[in-house]
């Protein structure tokens, strides 16, 4: 949950044509609802939990904590300028599905710390200086960013396929103008849309491994 998460949730908005209406903090809830509600069905430990976004610019509107073996899904888009801004720029037909979309690549995170991944993305300073020490936490970091990505993308072909190619496109579109070396999935997006949308038979996880696998 930090400014980093922000500005990556931001770049996978990109502009609109035209400002649109924010979305409430009931649809961030329903989004992160849904979300946790699948986790749920895969047996995984996960909750959801409200609070105010506290008025503080760069905070993201969704995001994960994970402590004890457990993961919880944080919404904090009330009071959120963040929130506002980004879910400002998503065309209104994709706003529920885009949000949903976010929502499932946290949940991709959930699944990988679970399963014993590292997920800190602060390389302590008395470290950062050296050169392939940073190289490798850069490489580890945007392997989990490529594999929640996966994640939201395997949820949009099992469940919104006539989407697809319109989604990923933008995930696509955006990671490229933003791109970031620890965010940069432009190469696995690219690959994914051009496969179009495979169906993962309910379980995203898996489809994410065997794309995120056969992808590097």
């Not at 044509?17 to 699948?38: D, M």
């Not at 399963?115 to 302590?124: A, C």
Request: neutral net charge; contains cysteine; proline residues 6%.
């Amino acid at each position: 949950m930090n400014k980093l998460c922000a500005a990556v949730l931001l770049a996978l908005a990109g502009p609109a044509a035209s400002a649109a209406a924010p979305a409430t903090e009931a649809q961030w809830i329903a989004a992160a609802t849904e979300a946790v509600a699948y986790g749920r069905a895969q047996g995984m430990p996960i909750d959801l939990e409200v609070v105010d976004g506290n008025g503080l610019p760069g905070h993201t509107p969704v995001g994960l904590a994970s402590e004890n073996g457990r993961c919880t899904l944080v919404v904090s888009a009330s009071n959120n300028p963040t929130a506002d801004k980004l879910s400002s720029m998503i065309k209104p037909e994709l706003l529920d599905t885009f949000l949903a979309g976010a929502a499932m690549h946290e949940v991709g995170h959930c699944h990988r710390r679970l399963n014993g991944y590292p997920h800190n993305e602060k390389l302590l300073p008395v470290v950062a200086w050296i050169g392939p020490l940073r190289d490798w936490f850069t490489r580890r970091v945007r392997t989990e960013e490529a594999y929640a990505d996966m994640t939201s993308v395997a949820w949009i072909a099992r469940y919104h396929p006539e989407r697809y190619t319109a989604l990923v496109n933008e995930m696509l579109r955006v990671r490229t103008r933003f791109r970031e070396p620890k965010h940069d999935t432009v190469a696995l997006l690219e690959r994914a849309l051009a496969e179009g949308p495979q169906d993962a038979n309910e379980n995203l996880f898996a489809q994410a491994d065997e794309r995120l696998n056969r992808y590097r």
